[in-house]
């Protein structure tokens, strides 16, 4: 536990004892931040209580939701060549707990792969935020908990909303 205290207090930048979705973009990766949309994703998921900001029991959830994906992301890239092609990534996010079909993985990788050799880690964390944030509002909507939603038009536009 002091491992993540630490990380909090690097992250916590004014000492608040919260953690903005600003202070989350500077997170890096290999050198690469984090950035403000994802941050803002993340911010959604973990901000259980609706603060605007995510105190130190729900950084610890998302400190662990970031090192399951750095463990998905390493396992499946095999080639180390750095990016991950569709295959790679539906067997990463299997591991990071999300099941796509490799139809969705592929439609998702359309909205982040800007160069067409594959998702590199930072992009690899856009889908994975971009999921998590479609499955925390998913889940909020299915209160029966049957795993599928019957929408209109209008509810699809709430979920949509929910997602900004």
Known sequence: MLDIQKW????????????????????????????????????????????????????????????TLQNAWFQADRDRSGRLDANEISTALGVAGFQLSLPI??????????????????????????????????EMKDSNKSGQLHLNYEQCVELASLLQ
Do not use: W
């Open 8 to 67: 909090f207090a690097s992250v916590d930048t004014d000492r608040s004892g919260t953690v903005t979705a600003m202070e989350l973009a500077g997170i890096t990766f290999n050198g690469a931040p984090l950035g403000p949309v994802a941050a803002q994703k993340l911010l959604n998921v973990f901000d259980k209580d609706r603060s605007g900001n995510i105190n130190f029991h729900e950084y610890a959830a998302l400190h662990k939701f970031l090192t």
């Open 105 to 138: 993985v592929k439609s998702l990788m359309l909205n982040y792969d800007k160069t067409g050799y594959g998702l590199t880690f930072p992009d690899f964390l856009m889908v994975c935020a971009t999921a998590a944030q479609v499955k925390t509002v998913f």
